[in-house]
């Protein structure tokens, strides 16, 4: 069974950086298309970023994009989100989620596994 557990969240001001991390086990986690979703309150869970398990293809919401960096490092079956020049409106709870040989999805629904969730609070 598939467990994943994310780190690394905190408070945060504006314009400042935070790293998270997703920790994976329970199956091969090369053979895992990672990705990260957040949700605001009184928000749906939205797509963030995420990095395919064979050919590491990466995708961010348009909203992240150039600011945040997913990576993955098989070898510590760990998949990261480098957050940079953080907003208010990044505030949520971020959570990483799995499917295996997943790919280009940015549908909650698509993957089979997720973490607890991490929360990220960014001040003005």
């Known amino acids: 069974q598939v467990q994943l557990a994310e780190s690394g969240g905190g408070l945060v001001q504006a314009g400042g950086s935070l790293r998270l991390s997703c920790a994976f086990s329970g199956n091969t986690f090369s053979d895992h298309t990672m990705a990260w979703f957040r949700q605001a309150p009184g928000k749906e869970r939205e797509f963030v970023s995420l990095?395919?398990?064979?050919?590491?293809?990466?995708y961010y919401a348009d909203s992240v994009k150039g600011r945040f960096t997913i990576s993955r490092d098989d070898a510590k079956n760990t998949v990261y989100l480098q957050m940079d020049s953080l907003k208010p409106e990044d505030t949520a709870v971020y959570y990483c989620?799995?499917?295996?040989?997943?790919?280009?999805?940015?549908?909650?629904?698509?993957?089979?596994?997720w973490g607890q969730g991490t929360q990220v609070t960014v001040s003005s």
């Open positions: 989620g799995a499917r295996r040989y997943g790919g280009r999805t940015y549908t909650e629904t698509m993957y089979n596994y």
């Open positions: 990095i395919t398990w064979n050919v590491r293809n990466i």
